[in-house]
């Protein structure tokens, strides 16, 4: 077996990141975060009570794909309005797009359904996901993420943020997606 075939073995069989091996691998990073720990939360609407406790912006993401099967992970403020039906052209979409299964997002992304977040593209070791990050997100000094899991919310500046996905080979692309961002 070649050295590169015993990579791709190895990969596959890789569990998910824990929250503790993500907090360890910002401070290596050497970026500074905070993390809150709360009841799991499922929906924005269930999170309303933490966001209101914790400053900055905070996200709700969306795992979609297209027809051709290519994968879009979209991070967006918790009141963002995603228009799915009209943004495939936007972020290069074959097609419109659709949600993926718990199955396929804990296959790519290694987290649960109600967990999604902007940390989980460091389990995507073949980069098959693309990450968008909605425009007006952005507009915050701080970010605020579940850390692979959705007891906890965990807060780093969108520099941070940006530094990290390029960190685990996933550069976001940067796009006004929503069609209006609430308070």
């Known amino acids: 077996m070649s050295s590169d075939t015993k990579v791709a073995a190895t990969d596959s ?3 998910p990141a824990t929250p503790e091996e993500l907090l360890c691998l910002l401070d290596e990073l050497g970026i500074e975060h905070e993390t809150h720990h709360h009841e799991p939360v499922f929906t924005v609407e269930e999170s309303e009570h933490v966001t209101a406790t914790i400053p900055g912006g ?8 297209d027809k051709k099967g290519n994968f879009f992970l979209i991070v ?3 009141h963002a309005r995603i228009p799915l039906n009209r943004i495939h052209g936007l972020i290069g979409a074959q097609g419109r797009v659709s949600f993926c299964n718990g199955e396929k997002l804990m296959e790519l992304l290694g987290v ?16 098959r996901v693309k990450v968008i990050i909605d425009e007006p997100l952005l507009e915050n000094d701080q970010i605020n993420c579940h850390p692979l899991i959705n007891d906890k ?3 780093i500046s969108r520099e941070d943020l ?3 996905l390029e960190h685990v080979g996933h550069p976001p692309q940067v796009i006004r997606l929503s069609e209006t961002q609430g308070d």
Not at 58 to 65: A, I, P, Q, R
Not at 112 to 127: C, I, K, Y
Request: proline letters at 6%; zero cysteines; aromatic letters at 8%.
């Open 13 to 15: 069989n890789r569990q």
């Open 58 to 65: 905070h996200t709700k993401n969306l795992f979609v794909k």
């Open 76 to 78: 967006a403020g918790n």
């Open 112 to 127: 649960a359904p109600g967990s999604v977040n902007a940390f989980a593209p460091m389990n995507d070791h073949e980069n």
């Open 153 to 155: 919310t965990t807060t």
């Open 162 to 164: 940006l530094r990290f």
